[in-house]
């Protein structure tokens, strides 16, 4: 797996734009991806303000989407059968199982499947 490609979790995007300088050196450099379900929870967050909206759009702008497929569709549902992981989680696990690339997130419910994909649990 490329170590410079990371499919983001939903979380590190939220620390990213916060303002994490730690984090945000960790990424910078990297090329970044993120599922379609992590746009869904970025914008749909009931007590984000228009501000708030206006920069998870921008970020939007610049970072592939991975949307649905049958080939992600099926491998979230064997690794919900096999770990239990939320639909959600299984469908970002199974994005970056999709595209071969790191998954970097800060949900610790992801090490269920640790030893199916290339992941990296960030700890503040």
């Avoid at 620390?15 to 945000?24: F, I, Q, R, V």
């Avoid at 649905?68 to 970002?92: H, Q």
């Avoid at 997130?105 to 990296?120: G, H, I, N, Q, R």
Wanted: a negative charge.
């Amino acid at each position: 797996m490329d170590g410079s490609r990371l499919l983001v979790d939903t979380n590190i995007i939220l620390y990213a734009l916060k303002g994490d300088n730690a984090l945000t050196d960790l990424i910078d450099g990297q090329e970044l991806f993120i599922s379609f379900v992590t746009r869904i929870e970025l914008l749909s967050f009931p007590k984000i303000d228009a501000a708030g909206i206006e920069l998870i759009e921008r970020f939007l702008q610049q970072v592939p989407v991975v949307e649905s497929s049958p080939v992600i569709n099926a491998d979230a549902i064997y690794l919900r059968r096999k770990s239990g992981l939320e639909v959600p989680d299984a469908i970002i696990a199974a994005s970056a199982r999709f595209l071969g690339v790191r998954l970097m997130t800060a949900d610790k419910d992801f090490k269920k499947v640790e030893e199916e994909l290339d992941l990296l649990l960030y700890t503040k």
